[in-house]
């Protein structure tokens, strides 16, 4: 009697799904576009379609704080909210929803937003406020999403009593099957526990003739037409049970309960050979269901029916022997409960992961003690505080994975620190031998030259060395106390044509030379800047490096400390969700203990009575 | 044996185990107490959880070198992707080689962060090579190329996988985000 499994995992994926299909970025930028605005957003979304949750929404959150999703704040905020509610973070996600309906004024958003919050305020138990928040959605959701609010509403109109409204909302959905399936089921076993068997009935019926496709639905399927069946046995409409009980799958899940029911409703009409025929097939099955141990009774007690002691001394022998083991199973399991054991070997074969979106516990460990916790299982207590329980061993996991990398972050610190101690005096020593000033200082006597070479047109200051020298020596000429007198004409007219060929040719080199000149001196410029740059960040950065140590490592020890304080925390509560499924647990063994028991009194009782009566007959 | 009686406590337990989903009504008081004291536990968490990645990412990836290459896929059509190698500098980085699930993901608009890293100021040369299926189910595989010119502040590349219709062959983008 797994049954919340099926469902409760559909519901979770097609929430999850619907949010994905109304948090999808929009394809409005064409082919060639890019989906989304937002990198980080679009990783967050890798992770949420990959079913990875906890990821999605961690990355969600530190993208948020660092104004990474900035394009995208109100779907971003949509599905925070709806990651931190399938987490069972009703509070933060209520705080969510209300402030998105504070601050959007797109319809599709708000609409949602009041759907999530509905959902809340159902989940808390705020019926009112939450049917106020259904009529607020002014517009058709997505299809799986308006799935959810038809059976969601329709469950808040059961637990409000307006038993005709959910029957009337369930005979409107048109859409997906599987969906109003699960709404018929959880409406009729609901309208059937407040003694509406005729309303309850009808839905039960359509889910169980239903044509089914796939596992799920004929599980269902089954499931609806057990609940049916034994709601007809208990209402004494013993004709109504069979057939309907009859529909069951022979090998499927609920095919013990059908038997069994099937057994009764026959027996009721005192057809007690055809009783047997179904309790003798199902006391050959599995005795640690419920159905089989009655089944141990049921046997004997129509053999006795049929007049047939002999048969019925026996099988109620053997049902004595079967009791007495499982009396003492129990008690060993009831130990376990005690002390602990039965509850962590119930997680050991789960694989340590974060977050509880998809989790169930399909199977129970095929162990004669776990066993016996099929029934607390279906307990919802006891699901969803395993769910949780779970969900905090993680989290604690999850810690000591971060504290161990914080150690090696320490390290890496550590390492940071040693090799600045010895690579500082290298640096110094190196970018001592450059004279920066120095070189800034040649360099703008440079380009001031330059300047004045174009102001003045001095073609003789922007010529080669070689020239400036001929240049200067001849000038130099002009000096000369001979120079004028008689004796130096020729040497004169010769200095006059050596200094007229060397200024022609300076004047025709004067451009080029002085456009060199200029781009010399700003390359020179250039370079000299960038290594002004390279001087100063090295030196802010071999300032800043030891303070940037030390920042990290002061938050490496805060937040050391806070994963301290949290695991502390965290193995408080994980104690608490021990002892409240042991408690469960140990309640529903000791119960099953007192059904064996009185399974056992019952065989006695009746053996002995057989006895007699055979003693009877044979003076 | 009153068989009647008996078998309506077995009746009543099935029906109550039958509820498909439990509603708020079946919660007990120390469930509810309990709750409370995890959904607070879990809010502290995923505080202390941001901080962490906040710290990690500072210390391992500084802004001022940080280099984040991102995977992302349009239709699809015309390639199925299996996997994606990334060199920068010559260098091989990364070697991912694809899930069908995270492929799904891909395909509904997630975008996977394929490479961080850190890189110096200046030019570098980012090299993606794309593995996987073409069109009639042909082995595909395709590079692209890009070279990014580093400053100072995070640098993000995302690769891009888009369908080309007109050439019905899919076109590898790349493309740089700032």
Same mark, same amino acid.
């Given at each position: 009697?797994?049954?919340?499994?099926?469902?409760?995992?559909?519901?979770?994926?097609?929430?999850?799904?619907?949010?994905?299909?109304?948090?999808?970025?929009?394809?409005?930028?064409?082919?060639?576009?890019?989906?989304?605005?937002?990198?980080?957003?679009?990783?967050?979304?890798?992770?949420?379609?990959?079913?990875?949750?906890?990821?999605?929404?961690?990355?969600?959150?530190?993208?948020?704080?660092?104004?990474?999703?900035?394009?995208?704040?109100?779907?971003?905020?949509?599905?925070?909210?709806?990651?931190?509610?399938?987490?069972?973070?009703?509070?933060?996600?209520?705080?969510?929803?209300?402030?998105?309906?504070?601050?959007?004024?797109?319809?599709?958003?708000?609409?949602?937003?009041?759907?999530?919050?509905?959902?809340?305020?159902?989940?808390?138990?705020?019926?009112?406020?939450?049917?106020?928040?259904?009529?607020?959605?002014?517009?058709?959701?997505?299809?799986?999403?308006?799935?959810?609010?038809?059976?969601?509403?329709?469950?808040?109109?059961?637990?409000?009593?307006?038993?005709?409204?959910?029957?009337?909302?369930?005979?409107?959905?048109?859409?997906?099957?599987?969906?109003?399936?699960?709404?018929?089921?959880?409406?009729?076993?609901?309208?059937?526990?407040?003694?509406? !068997?005729? $309303?309850?009935?009808? *839905?039960?019926? #359509?889910?169980?003739?239903? +044509? &089914? =496709?796939? /596992?799920?639905?004929?599980?269902?399927?089954?499931?609806?037409?057990?609940?049916?069946?034994?709601?007809?046995?208990?209402?004494?409409?013993?004709?109504?049970?069979?057939?309907?009980?009859?529909?069951?799958?022979?090998?499927?899940?609920?095919?013990?309960?059908?038997?069994?029911?099937?057994?009764?409703?026959?027996?009721?009409?005192?057809?007690?050979?055809?009783? !047997?025929? $179904?309790?003798?097939? *199902?006391?050959? #099955?599995?005795?640690?269901? +419920? &159905? =089989?141990? /009655?089944?141990?009774?049921?046997?004997?007690?129509?053999?006795?029916?049929?007049?047939?002691?002999?048969?019925?001394?026996?099988?109620?022998?053997?049902?004595?022997?079967?009791?007495?083991?499982?009396?003492?199973?129990?008690?060993?399991?009831?130990?376990?409960?005690?002390?602990?054991?039965?509850?962590?070997?119930?997680?050991?074969?789960?694989?340590?992961?974060?977050?509880?979106?998809?989790?169930? *516990?399909?199977?129970?460990?095929?162990?004669?003690?776990?066993?016996?916790?099929?029934?607390?299982?279906?307990?919802?207590?006891?699901?969803?505080?395993?769910?949780?329980?779970?969900?905090?061993?993680?989290?604690?996991?999850?810690?000591?994975?971060?504290?161990?990398?914080?150690?090696?972050?320490?390290?890496?610190?550590?390492?940071?620190?040693?090799?600045?101690?010895?690579?500082?005096?290298?640096?110094?020593?190196?970018?001592?031998?450059?004279?920066?000033?120095?070189?800034?200082?040649?360099?703008?006597?440079?380009?001031?030259?330059?300047?004045?070479?174009?102001?003045?047109?001095?073609?003789?200051?922007?010529?080669?060395?070689?020239?400036?020298?001929?240049?200067?020596?001849?000038?130099?000429?002009?000096?000369?106390?001979?120079?004028?007198?008689?004796?130096?004409?020729?040497?004169?007219?010769?200095?006059?044509?050596?200094?007229?060929?060397?200024?022609?040719?300076?004047?025709?080199?004067?451009?080029?030379?002085?456009?060199?000149?200029?781009?010399?001196?700003?390359?020179?410029?250039?370079?000299?800047?960038?290594?002004?740059?390279?001087?100063?960040?090295?030196?802010?950065?071999?300032?800043?490096?030891?303070?940037?140590?030390?920042?990290?490592?002061?938050?490496?020890?805060?937040?050391?400390?806070?994963?301290?304080?949290?695991?502390?925390?965290?193995?408080?509560?994980?104690?608490?969700?021990?002892?409240?499924?042991?408690?469960?647990?140990?309640?529903?063994?000791?119960?099953?203990?007192?059904?064996?028991?009185?399974?056992?009194?019952?065989?006695?009782?009746?053996?002995?009575?057989?006895?007699?009566?055979?003693?009877?007959?044979?003076? | 044996?009153?068989?009647?009686?008996?078998?309506?406590?077995?009746?009543?337990?099935?029906?109550?185990?039958?509820?498909?989903?439990?509603?708020?009504?079946?919660?007990?008081?120390?469930?509810?107490?309990?709750?409370?004291?995890?959904?607070?536990?879990?809010?502290?968490?995923?505080?202390?959880?941001?901080?962490?990645?906040?710290?990690?990412?500072?210390?391992?990836?500084?802004?001022?070198?940080?280099?984040?290459?991102?995977?992302?896929?349009?239709?699809?059509?015309?390639?199925?992707?299996?996997?994606?190698?990334?060199?920068?500098?010559?260098?091989?980085?990364?070697?991912?080689?694809?899930?069908?699930?995270?492929?799904?993901?891909?395909?509904?608009?997630?975008?996977?962060?394929?490479?961080?890293?850190?890189?110096?100021?200046?030019?570098?040369?980012?090299?993606?090579?794309?593995?996987?299926?073409?069109?009639?189910?042909?082995?595909?595989?395709?590079?692209?190329?890009?070279?990014?010119?580093?400053?100072?502040?995070?640098?993000?590349?995302?690769?891009?996988?888009?369908?080309?219709?007109?050439?019905?062959?899919?076109?590898?983008?790349?493309?740089?985000?700032?």
């Amino acid at each position: 009697m797994l049954r919340p499994v099926a469902n409760h995992r559909f519901s979770l994926v097609a929430l999850l799904a619907m949010m994905a299909a109304a948090v999808g970025p929009a394809r409005a930028d064409g082919v060639d576009g890019f989906l989304v605005q937002d990198l980080h957003y679009g990783e967050v979304l890798f992770h949420f379609y990959k079913q990875d949750q906890f990821t999605a929404l961690t990355h969600l959150v530190t993208a948020r704080s660092q104004s990474r999703v900035a394009h995208h704040q109100d779907d971003a905020e949509l599905l925070q909210g709806g990651l931190l509610l399938s987490w069972g973070q009703h509070e933060e996600a209520g705080k969510i929803f209300e402030r998105l309906l504070d601050t959007t004024e797109d319809l599709s958003v708000r609409n949602r937003t009041w759907f999530y919050l509905a959902k809340v305020r159902y989940q808390r138990g705020h019926l009112d406020a939450a049917q106020r928040a259904f009529e607020s959605i002014n517009a058709p959701l997505p299809p799986e999403l308006e799935a959810e609010r038809y059976n969601l509403q329709a469950r808040l109109y059961i637990d409000t009593g307006r038993y005709a409204d959910a029957v009337a909302l369930l005979n409107s959905w048109s859409g997906d099957e599987t969906w109003s399936a699960y709404a018929n089921y959880n409406t009729g076993v609901a309208l059937v526990r407040m003694g509406e !068997l005729q $309303a309850g009935a009808a *839905l039960l019926d #359509r889910v169980g003739t239903m +044509s &089914a =496709v796939d /596992e799920e639905t004929r599980s269902l399927r089954d499931q609806a037409n057990v609940a049916l069946g034994f709601s007809f046995l208990q209402a004494q409409l013993d004709g109504n049970a069979r057939p309907v009980l009859q529909r069951v799958r022979l090998n499927g899940p609920f095919s013990n309960k059908a038997l069994l029911g099937v057994g009764w409703a026959d027996s009721a009409g005192e057809q007690y050979k055809k009783a !047997l025929g $179904a309790w003798l097939e *199902l006391s050959e #099955r599995d005795l640690l269901d +419920s &159905a =089989v141990q /009655e089944s141990l009774l049921a046997v004997p007690y129509a053999y006795a029916q049929l007049g047939a002691d002999p048969q019925a001394a026996e099988h109620y022998a053997r049902a004595l022997d079967v009791f007495g083991t499982q009396l003492a199973r129990l008690n060993n399991a009831l130990a376990d409960a005690g002390d602990g054991r039965l509850l962590k070997s119930l997680l050991e074969s789960e694989p340590e992961s974060t977050g509880g979106w998809y989790w169930q *516990l399909d199977s129970i460990p095929d162990d004669e003690r776990t066993r016996y916790l099929y029934f607390a299982i279906a307990d919802h207590r006891f699901h969803e505080g395993l769910k949780s329980y779970r969900d905090l061993v993680a989290l604690d996991a999850h810690l000591g994975q971060w504290s161990e990398k914080l150690g090696a972050y320490r390290d890496m610190l550590a390492t940071r620190e040693l090799a600045y101690a010895e690579r500082l005096p290298v640096l110094e020593e190196k970018l001592a031998r450059f004279d920066l000033p120095a070189m800034q200082e040649q360099q703008a006597m440079n380009t001031e030259r330059t300047t004045q070479a174009r102001e003045n047109r001095d073609i003789v200051a922007v010529a080669s060395a070689a020239e400036q020298k001929q240049w200067q020596r001849l000038s130099a000429m002009e000096d000369s106390p001979a120079w004028g007198s008689q004796s130096a004409t020729a040497l004169e007219d010769k200095q006059r044509v050596l200094k007229g060929v060397l200024l022609w040719n300076m004047d025709k080199e004067y451009r080029v030379r002085l456009w060199r000149q200029e781009k010399a001196n700003a390359e020179l410029a250039d370079e000299l800047q960038r290594a002004a740059e390279q001087f100063a960040a090295i030196e802010a950065a071999t300032a800043s490096l030891p303070g940037t140590v030390a920042d990290f490592e002061s938050r490496i020890n805060r937040l050391e400390a806070s994963i301290e304080q949290l695991q502390a925390r965290l193995g408080v509560s994980m104690v608490k969700y021990e002892q409240y499924l042991n408690g469960i647990a140990t309640e529903e063994l000791v119960a099953q203990r007192e059904r064996v028991k009185t399974y056992l009194a019952q065989a006695r009782f009746a053996l002995a009575a057989i006895y007699d009566r055979m003693a009877a007959q044979n003076r | 044996m009153k068989l009647r009686a008996k078998f309506r406590g077995v009746l009543v337990f099935l029906l109550l185990g039958m509820t498909v989903q439990g509603s708020f009504a079946e919660s007990s008081g120390d469930l509810a107490a309990l709750d409370q004291e995890t959904q607070a536990l879990k809010k502290s968490v995923l505080e202390l959880n941001r901080d962490l990645f906040v710290l990690e990412e500072e210390l391992l990836y500084p802004s001022n070198t940080q280099v984040a290459v991102f995977v992302s896929m349009d239709v699809g059509e015309y390639f199925a992707l299996d996997s994606v190698e990334l060199s920068v500098d010559g260098k091989n980085v990364s070697n991912y080689l694809y899930t069908e699930r995270e492929l799904n993901a891909l395909l509904r608009g997630g975008v996977h962060q394929l490479y961080i890293g850190n890189l110096k100021v200046g030019e570098h040369e980012l090299v993606a090579v794309f593995t996987g299926k073409g069109t009639h189910e042909r082995d595909y595989r395709r590079g692209a190329s890009l070279v990014i010119n580093k400053n100072i502040g995070s640098k993000y590349v995302e690769l891009r996988i888009s369908d080309k219709e007109q050439k019905m062959q899919p076109e590898f983008l790349v493309r740089e985000w700032e």
